[in-house]
């Protein structure tokens, strides 16, 4: 085991033996803050060492609003401006079909009703406590490359997609489409625009890493409390045959 205090060197050495040996290679990290932040790093080395492209291709994706509860989707005051909403079910009252996606024009919080703007351009005001199966994004750019490994973040029924899998992109065309080649099945290419539910998938929290099997795990922990307990249950979860573990450490400043 090695310390390593400082925070942006801890990345950079879990990037680095990452990049030494990607193929079925994956980093559990705690939370999904420094999911994000290992993503990132890790997606850089690996352009650097030439894996993947340097030519990037930015595309709006979007990503969950996981702080927000099924109860707090019942209060117009936890939606804000800007925000995908994605109705699982869609609502027969309403006109909304099942899948169909909207984005929030306005929330009252007085009248706890919630107006959205749906793809064809008509305006909708609801309570949101009257509709089931929604779930709140928000839109946000990711650039990825050819070579990049990524994650679907939600379930893609049309295409038999599972949630949390993993692909490569192969490569990206003109327009900015990707073709990717997941590690389970292929699934040829498809349209961003119309699945934006892709993130990087180098790095996953513990929560979805049981979706997947790699030959080695590197571990990204803090070794205050919840953070360590989280990690070592995903070790139990995972079924490995190798297993590499960086220990992501915060020293006890307090000690």
Known sequence: MHEIPERDQRLKEIA???????????????????????NQVIHREMQTRGQADTHEHKQQVLVARQEITGADRQWAAQYEPGDVVRYTRGSKTHGITAEEYARVESACEKDNLVTVKRENGERVSYDPRRLYGVTLYRETERAFSQGDRVQFTAPNRERHIANRELGTIEKIDDSGKPATAPRLRPHGGFNIKENPHLDYGYAVTSHSSHHNSPAAVSMSIETSGRRLVIAAVACHCIAVVEMRILFDVEPNRAA
């Open 16 to 38: 680095r033996e990452y990049a030494a040996k990607p193929e079925g290679t994956l980093v559990v990290s705690p939370d999904n803050e420094s999911r994000r932040a290992i």
